[in-house]
């Protein structure tokens, strides 16, 4: 398993961005597919973005793509968000989590490792 610390959260008006960080402890980061969930208040938990980890490929839900910006890097054991263009429904506590290569990405079901969440509030 591999320990997980978010940051980065915050209070922005509609249209604004923020930056999310995952700090991740362990040798093992590189191993893992890295990934954005977040919950909104009386929600389920929905997928927002991942990022393999050696190809780099990435994957966004439909709702963020065109705005958000996952990236990692392997040698600071770090993912990040990049959220532009931030609307009030983007609202919601943002997870950080890591996974196998083992099932759906899009399913948060499939995510093993869980950071303890970062809140986003989009408000004017």
């Known amino acids: 398993q591999v320990q997980l610390v978010e940051s980065g959260g915050g209070l922005v008006q509609p249209g604004g961005s923020l930056r999310l960080s995952c700090a991740a402890s362990?040798?093992?980061?590189?191993?893992?597919?890295m990934g954005w969930i977040r919950q909104a208040p009386g929600k389920e938990r929905e997928f927002v973005a991942a990022?393999?980890?050696?190809?780099?490929?990435?994957v966004y839900a439909d709702s963020v793509k065109g705005r958000f910006t996952v990236s990692r890097d392997n040698a600071k054991n770090t993912v990040y968000l990049q959220m532009n263009s931030l609307k009030p429904e983007d609202t919601a506590i943002y997870y950080c989590?890591?996974?196998?290569?083992?099932?759906?990405?899009?399913?948060?079901?499939?995510?093993?490792?869980w950071g303890q969440g970062t809140q986003v509030t989009v408000s004017s």
């Open positions: 989590a890591a996974k196998i290569n083992s099932g759906s990405v899009y399913d948060p079901a499939t995510f093993g490792s």
């Open positions: 362990g040798r093992t980061f590189s191993s893992y597919i």
């Open positions: 990022i393999t980890p050696i190809r780099l490929t990435t």
